[in-house]
């Protein structure tokens, strides 16, 4: 069975270098997206067939209709594989393992990289350490969690992907208040500690269980920041084999062995406190980093990240041997920021360091590829004044993610 027939769902632009790469190494290649993105700039040219959801929602309603759907699509086409390409295809792609019993990640393991209540759960029963949590379910305990912490506390949608959706609380009463705000919603929040930080992320491809390539950044501006402050988004790369990388290394090992990831891409998060040292667990997720993080990486290392995910997915499809990818050891750097401008001129960056442009309306964004770290650093302060003085523009949070 060489020939493979994957079911790629995106509900947001992204994932063409996988869809490219799918197809190249000889799969067909299906998409399932949301009918409001039929005109995007998909690789047509990789993609066999493409099937529209009405709502990219995750209500039972939708969900049950995507099923539906593609009951009727399978009885002349064979799928065995689906690849959710975004985080908020988790679900999809899950449920439609189980009900089509396709092989790959079930709804069990599905929660622990999607639901943050979930997440937090089975990392303390493993003994990683997380911020000190509490589900919104029982009036007693939310109340005895408050009285027996420190504020400021942090009320997150357990569903959300980055920022989207983040209240800080800084008080008892302010925090019922925000409480009694979610209304019929609440069981789907959790509120834990708020303990500042350097918030880490690690980016990373398994099989069999085991990271067999592992990139760590620093966020230098964490997306909550920008998302709450109005900041100009900043991470970099660190290097490959110092104390800190290995730490971050190995608790990520951690995570992704206590949650069961068996092979895929994912993005993870960690912070260590400034109030102890010690690293925590934040969040996950079984794909590739959004906000142009995969485009740093790959500046950084010369490894796309969705490519090689791709030909991660057909040699376990195959059963046959992964070899993953070199790191090429350089370092990179990443700043986006929201632009007053429709279109603004970048060309006024003009350093040699420069890797990537954004092209997106309203959006300033650079990657910066150099040996040299203190020069990324450099040229990402000097770029954020930059930004700041003749660029930036703040917008209010959104109540779903954009990209």
């Known amino acids: 069975m060489s020939q493979l027939s994957f079911l790629c769902i995106a509900t947001f632009l992204k994932g063409q270098d996988f869809m490219r790469t799918c197809k190249e190494l000889g799969n067909t290649v299906y998409l399932l997206t949301d009918q409001k993105l039929a005109n995007e700039a998909w690789p047509r040219e990789c993609i066999d067939e493409m099937f529209y959801l009405p709502s990219p929602s995750n209500s ?11 009951s009727h699509a399978m009885r002349s086409r064979r799928i065995d594989r689906v690849v959710s390409l975004d985080d908020f295809d988790v679900e999809k792609g899950s449920l439609i393992r189980e009900t089509f019993r396709i092989d790959g990640m079930g709804q069990t393991t599905a929660r622990y990289f999607r639901d943050k209540l979930a997440m937090r759960t089975r990392a303390f029963a493993a003994g990683i350490r997380v911020p000190t949590f509490c589900p919104l379910f029982h009036d007693d305990t939310i109340t005895a969690f408050l009285q027996t912490t420190e504020a400021p506390w942090l009320i997150k949608p357990r569903s959300e992907a980055s920022a989207t959706g983040i209240r800080k609380v800084h008080s008892l009463d302010e925090a019922w208040s925000a409480v009694h705000l979610l209304g019929d919603n609440r069981h789907n929040y959790l509120i834990e500690e708020f303990k500042p930080g ?8 398994s099989v069999d269980g085991k990271a067999v390539f592992t990139r ?12 709450h402050g109005g900041g100009v988004f900043r991470t970099g790369t660190l290097p490959l084999n110092t104390p800190e990388t290995d730490a971050l290394r190995q608790i990520n090992d951690q995570v992704l062995d206590a949650f069961g990831m068996r092979y895929s891409a994912s993005h993870s998060e960690y912070i260590r406190g400034d109030h102890d040292g010690e690293l925590y667990f934040l969040e996950t997720a079984s794909r590739v980093g959004g906000a142009h993080i995969a485009e740093m990486v790959e500046a950084a290392s010369g490894v796309n990240l969705w490519r090689e995910w791709a030909k991660l997915e057909t040699s376990v499809a195959r059963k046959e041997h992964y070899v993953p990818p070199v790191d090429g050891g350089g370092h990179a750097g990443l700043i986006v920021s929201l632009a007053r401008q429709q279109w603004p001129d970048l060309s006024v960056f003009a350093e040699p360091e420069i890797f990537w442009r954004i092209n997106r309306e309203y959006h300033v964004g650079l990657i910066i590829q150099s040996n040299d770290r203190t020069r990324i650093r450099t040229l990402l302060d000097d770029y954020m004044n930059r930004i700041y003085a003749e660029f930036h523009a703040s917008a209010p949070l959104p109540d779903k993610p954009t990209n």
């Open 60 to 70: 039972p309603e939708d969900l049950e209709q995507m099923i539906l759907g593609l």
């Open 216 to 227: 760590v950044s620093q966020y230098l501006a964490t997306p909550m920041e920008v998302a």
């Open 198 to 205: 350097k918030v880490y992320h690690v980016d990373a491809l």
